[in-house]
């Protein structure tokens, strides 16, 4: 069966973006690959300067994953500082790749701009060899990215293959896959930008842990278009193809279909806020329940890292032994 790797920094609260863009996609996924899917602390300790940040984002992020569906039967969901073995292969990926192809990373010279004024630690550097450590543990054949993470891919794969051209065949050699295709979720405030996290302004974010009062307040707000004609027209009317694309991934219909139902800009407003709101209800619910009985979130967090230290360490063997560290053969 495909082997299928997606990672998630632990970084903040999840949004309808990740939801309807990605996470919802993990969960169909589940049942037509063995997929794999890591917390990716360590990554994100590339930009963290606080303690105790880290493990509490991590645990959120654990009972967010299981509560969206992601079911620990099937899908293996680690933490990736529980594996040592991420950290170990890494440094047998940074002796692989070289300073100057790290260097052509666009992400990391995007990132080091951004961080000007603040710490740029050599871990934002050498992140892409821990990310291609992540991947080749698992012997992944697959690694579902957006646009952004394909060239840390295609660093993954140049140095898998140089590995085993060095040391004899060890490392399976992964490709990049576009997601499934999820919905397309932009800003309620700024309906041509993705919605993301990052901005300072979060009033045209939708938190998969927001209220029901707090959800319908945002889309009430939401940025509509000059005219009054409700239509899916990304180009010509981006705030309500917005609303129409929110509201037919949360009701399972096309943009085209839900445009069909609504004349009136509030009314399309208050429809959208509803359906998500029902949506998000029985997520908020488990998520609650999964966080109220953290033994048991452990335990289903022990559950997969067991089985991802199964693969990781039997790869880790391998490297070392087709490397030849003494002891090793
Ligand atoms: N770099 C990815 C991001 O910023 C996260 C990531 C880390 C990842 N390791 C990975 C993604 C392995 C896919 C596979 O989103």
């Given at each position: 069966m495909t082997r299928v790797l997606s990672c998630i920094q632990p970084t903040g609260e999840v949004?309808?973006?990740?939801?309807?863009?990605a996470l919802r996609n993990w969960v169909i996924g589940q049942d037509k690959a063995d997929v794999f899917h890591g917390i990716v602390d360590l990554h994100a300790l590339t930009v963290t300067e606080k303690p105790g940040v880290l493990g509490a984002n991590t645990l959120q992020l654990a009972a967010m994953l299981f509560a969206v569906g992601l079911d620990p039967d099937i899908a293996t969901v680690f933490v990736q500082s529980h594996i040592v073995e991420h950290s170990q292969l890494g440094?047998?990926?940074?002796?692989?790749?070289?300073?100057?192809?790290?260097?052509?990373m666009t992400q990391f010279k995007d990132k080091s701009a951004k961080r000007e004024a603040e710490f740029v630690s050599a871990g934002l550097f050498t992140y892409p060899a821990l990310q291609a450590?992540?991947?080749?543990?698992?012997?992944?054949?697959?690694?579902?990215v957006g646009d952004d993470q394909r060239q840390h891919i295609e660093i993954t794969r140049d140095i898998a293959i140089r590995f085993n051209h060095r040391f004899g065949e060890t490392f399976v050699i992964p490709k990049a896959v576009t997601p499934a295709s999820g919905a397309r979720v932009m800003d309620l405030q700024n309906p041509t930008a993705k919605m993301s996290k990052s901005g300072d302004d979060d009033s045209g974010v939708i938190y998969l842990l927001d209220t029901p009062a707090a959800i319908e307040k945002k889309f009430k707000r939401a940025?509509?278009?000059?005219?009054s004609e409700v239509v899916f027209d990304r180009e010509r009317k981006p705030g309500i193809s917005n609303l129409l694309e929110i509201l037919a991934a949360s009701t399972n219909t096309t943009p085209q279909k839900a445009a069909e139902s609504?004349?009136?800009y509030g009314d399309l407003k208050s429809a959208s806020a509803q359906a998500v709101i029902a949506m998000l209800s029985p997520i908020q619910a488990k998520y609650d329940e999964l966080l109220r009985d953290k033994a048991e979130l452990m335990r289903l967090i022990h559950?997969?890292?067991?089985?991802?230290?199964?693969?990781?360490?039997?790869?880790?063997?391998?490297?070392?032994?087709s490397i030849g560290f003494l002891g090793c053969n």
């Open positions: 949004h309808l973006g990740n939801y309807l863009g440094w047998i990926m940074e002796c692989t790749v070289s300073f100057g192809e790290l260097s052509r450590a992540d991947i080749v543990l698992y012997d992944a054949n697959e690694v579902p940025v509509t278009d000059s005219d609504y004349t009136r559950k997969g890292n067991d089985r991802a230290r199964a693969v990781a360490s039997a790869t880790l063997e391998r490297a070392h032994k």
